[in-house]
Structure formats: C-alpha cells, structure tokens
C-alpha cells in the first residue's frame, strides 16, 4: 500500500514539475518570436534581457501589494464569519461560508465580465483599487474554503475554557486564535496573495497596460513578443516561491515527525 501511495504521490509531483521545468529550458534560449517553440540553443543572455525589462519590476511591486490587500481583505471579511460558524455553531454564517466556497464553481469569465461593468460603473476601472476589489470575488471563496476545512479539524477546547474563565467573546476568539491557528492565518493571506497574483481573467478585465501586473505581463509577453526575458521571469519567479515555501514545508513535516 506505501509503495502505490509513494507512486501515486511521484506521478502527482512529476505532472506538476515538468511544465515547470519546460519553462525553465525556454527560458534559456536566445531566440525570438514563435522559434522558441521550436529551436532551442542554450544562452545565458536572457538575465541581461531580464535585468534591463523594467516592466516586469513594476509589474511584480503592484501584483506583490495588490495582492497582499487583497488577502487582507479577504481575511477580514471571511475571518469573523469563520468564528461565527465554528465557536458559536452559527447556522446563517455556515451558509455565508458554504455559499462563498460553491461559488467557485462558477466560470471565471463570467465574474470577470460583471466585474468589469462594476468597476466602470463606480470609477475604479483601470485602478489598483478596482483590481484589488475585483480579487475579493476569488479571494473571498479561497479564505473561506482554507479558514472552515481548518477549523472544523481543531477543537475549541480552548475557547469554552476561556469563556468559562468569565473572558468576553472577543478575548475568547481572539486566545483560540492566537494558539491554534496562527500558521492557518498566515498560509490563507498567503494563498490569497498567490492567487490575486495569478488571476489572468480578471487582470484582462479591469485592468489595462496602466496598471501593470504579473498576470498581464505575463500574457502580453506570450501574446505579443514572447521573448526569453518574459520566461526568465517566470523562471525567476517560481525560484522566489520555491525559496520562500519549501522551508515552511520542511518545517511542517519535521513537526509532522515529532508528533507521531
């Protein structure tokens, strides 16, 4: 049984790594246009591309605070709710939770489109502001999803401890919180962050070159004048995460260990 799991868990991973490691090889080659594609000779100029493409910095400041207020508010907004539903078993705020996570089942595109027309008709249509409003239409889903399949899994022994202690429900909330789901926190606004970050449908929509970002770089760079330097910073970018979440994974599988 450990040697399918260990299979399964190797096709999983090797699906998810070779486009990853396809855009790294493009990203190596000096050629232009739809060549890439189809010729490939190794060249290390693409940094020197990369370095002097200022766009992709531009774009990757605004995506990087676009989407941390994004999360933020999504975590603002779902938080409470969450509370709501797992320490005072909140019928109304459970379907507020279960209708955020069902929404995610509904077509990118067609959000996109009211989206736009929302921001048009409000002004923030081509705005940071606007984009960072329009994410909350997946952020939302994702925080509620991340914050209710986590609570439910830990008990609130703590809370009704506290609450007996003659604290308020605020402090309750707030000490369950603090000891139990400070990493779930953090992983949600991250999550949140990646996925504000990623959300090509939306950068199309309510954005236009004005405000640049990763997304709309990105596609502009494949659609238009794909050229290595806009693999390069693909290339870039996924090292950045990597860095940034392989020791957080390290670090939740050592405490895994220890555990068990």
């Known amino acids: 049984m450990k040697v399918i799991i260990r299979s399964i868990s190797l096709l999983m991973m090797a699906t998810l790594v070779a486009p990853l490691v396809c855009i790294a090889i493009l990203s190596l080659s000096p050629n232009e246009g739809m060549d890439i ?3 490939y000779h190794g060249s290390m100029h693409w940094w020197r591309d990369l370095f002097h493409d200022h766009s ?3 774009a990757l400041l605004n995506s990087a605070w676009i989407g941390l207020l994004s999360a933020l508010m999504a975590l603002c907004i779902t938080l409470p709710v969450a509370l ?3 320490l005072e078993k909140s019928k109304a705020a459970r379907n507020a939770l279960l209708l955020a996570i069902i929404s995610l089942t509904i077509p990118p595109i067609v959000l996109a489109v009211g989206l736009y027309r929302t921001m048009a008709a409000i002004g923030m249509f081509d705005t940071a502001a606007g984009l960072a409003l329009s994410h909350l239409a997946f952020t939302v889903p994702v925080a509620s999803l991340v914050l209710s399949s986590r609570f439910i899994a830990t ?3 703590l809370y009704l401890a506290a609450k007996t202690l003659g604290a308020g429900r605020f402090h ?3 000490r369950w919180l603090m000891a139990t789901q400070r990493i779930t926190l953090f992983g949600c ?4 962050m990646l996925t504000s970050i990623s959300e090509v449908i939306v950068a199309i929509y309510v954005t236009d ?3 640049p ?3 709309r770089r990105a596609l502009t760079g494949i659609t238009q004048d794909i050229s290595p330097a806009g693999f390069a910073a693909m290339t870039a970018w996924l090292l950045v995460l990597t860095v940034c979440l392989l020791p957080l994974a390290l670090k939740m599988t050592n405490k895994r260990r220890i555990y068990e």
């Open 84 to 86: 709501l539903w797992r």
């Open 37 to 39: 594609f189809t010729t």
């Open 56 to 58: 992709w910095l531009a």
């Open 189 to 192: 606004v991250g999550l949140c």
């Open 209 to 211: 070159t004005r405000v």
């Open 172 to 174: 309750s909330s707030f």
């Open 213 to 215: 970002n990763i997304a």
């Open 155 to 157: 008990p609130i022994d």
